[in-house]
């Protein structure tokens, strides 16, 4: 079946420092990606629609200059979290529709980030 | 249609009894609705979906009813097993792709 990947599974950073999350989809091409937050024992929060060749769709409350992201490819969309905060650690998820179709979403595995 | 952070509602059962997983969405306008389960550390896995021009769908041990009326998902899970401990979430989603969680419940199996 289709896979989706994040890289880095965790990262540990100090404040003030910027860090970048990759989405790849690895045997299938996504035109579109969704980024999701997740606060501990918290449900999954759309953060941003991420477009392949135009800019992202950021959701509500959502600060697209803090949060960064590049549908660099086909393949590969990419948060970056600019000036990162101790309130920024959280679980970050990507997902993917499969063939364009939302009935068959893949997400990733997630990224833990903590900011010291 | 937005989700809402809140703390995880629990839910414990005995293995081997049925499993009832309750949801309420916000957008009268969705029209596709899944549940996931989350295992901790993971990202959410599909379970199952219905669409909203049904009012219940069944798969493997799992069945989702939907009531459009009030706005309603429910999760059943026939013979509950360890396994089935994890946090499952309804996600709705109306004319795009974009998917919007709900609460989420935690549920425990006993054995």
């Known amino acids: 079946g289709a896979v989706v990947s994040q890289h880095p599974s965790w990262v540990i950073c100090k404040s003030g420092t910027s860090v970048k999350i990759e989405c790849r989809s690895l045997?299938?091409?996504?035109?579109?990606m969704f980024w999701y937050r997740q606060f501990p024992k918290q449900s999954l929060m759309l953060m941003a629609t991420?477009?392949?060749?135009?800019?992202?769709?950021?959701e509500q409350g959502v600060e697209k200059d803090k949060f960064l992201i590049n549908h660099a490819s086909l393949t590969l969309s990419t948060l970056t979290v600019t000036s990162a905060h101790p309130e920024d650690s959280s679980f970050y998820i990507c997902?993917?529709?499969?063939?364009?179709?939302?009935?068959?979403?893949?997400f990733g595995p997630g990224t833990r980030l903590l900011v010291l | 249609g937005e989700s809402v952070g809140l703390h995880l509602p629990t839910l414990s059962v005995q293995e081997g009894d049925n499993s009832i997983i309750n949801c309420a969405y916000s957008?009268?306008?969705?029209?596709?609705f899944i549940w996931y389960k989350q295992e901790s550390g993971k990202g959410p896995q599909f379970i199952i979906d219905?669409?909203?021009?049904?009012d219940k769908r069944q798969g493997q041990r799992v069945t989702v009813l939907l009531n459009k009326t009030v706005k309603h998902l429910s999760l059943q899970i026939a013979a509950t097993q360890p396994g089935d401990s994890a946090v499952y979430f309804c996600?709705?989603?109306?004319?795009?792709?974009?998917?919007?969680f709900g609460t989420g419940t935690s549920l425990t199996v006993i054995p």
């Open positions: 997902s993917a529709p499969g063939q364009g179709r939302r009935e068959t979403q893949y």
């Open positions: 045997d299938f091409q996504a035109t579109t």
């Open positions: 991420s477009n392949e060749g135009s800019k992202a769709t950021y």
């Open positions: 957008n009268s306008a969705s029209d596709y």
């Open positions: 219905i669409r909203s021009n049904m």
């Open positions: 996600a709705e989603a109306s004319t795009g792709n974009q998917f919007y």
